[in-house]
């Protein structure tokens, strides 16, 4: 029998989290959430559930509690991330920058920490558009490289901050299997 790889879907109760979770389920894969509820609900978990007929398992853990991270790791054992989780409202980071640098920089690095020491090398970061900054052309093209110099906000450029950090630790390891996605 054919084993049914397990995804860990990090920020899986929000808007693109929870479609991917009915996706991934949909697709025969084994799902857990890590979501801290903070700009979403457990109830759309709980539709995505409803739709696919299938079950989920979920933890109310935060990316800044690496130990909380280490016993979903521990108990669950997932093979692969993708990670959804952070904070995303580009105004809203220009008020308040340290809370994004704090949750979207330093929780990455913890999730990263956890699943180094558990050995789970392969992660689909959610990254954005907003990476590309202020482009001179326009429609901006995969191939387009993204700056700093044109990053407009701090939301933009924790972003960038952890591509770049993603991009360093593939180097580091080949064992790292890593995709960056940018949406627009």
Known sequence: K?????????GGA??????TCLELLNAGYEVVVLDNLYNSCEESLKRVE??????MRFYEVD???EAGMEVLFEKEKPEAVIHFAGLKAVGES?????KYFTNNVSGTIN???????FNVKKLVFSSSATV??????????EEAEASSLGIQNPYGRTKLILEDVLKDLGKSDDAWDIALLRYF
Do not use: F, R, W
Request: hydrophobic letters at 40%.
């Open 132 to 141: 590309y900054g202020a482009q001179k052309e326009m429609p901006i093209s």
């Open 94 to 98: 220009c008020k308040i920058p340290l």
């Open 111 to 117: 999730l990263l920490n956890v699943m180094e020491k």
């Open 63 to 65: 990316l800044l509690d």
């Open 2 to 10: 054919e084993k049914i790889m397990k995804i860990l879907v990090t």
């Open 14 to 19: 929000g808007y693109i989290g929870s479609h």
């Open 50 to 55: 409803k739709l696919t007929g299938k079950k």
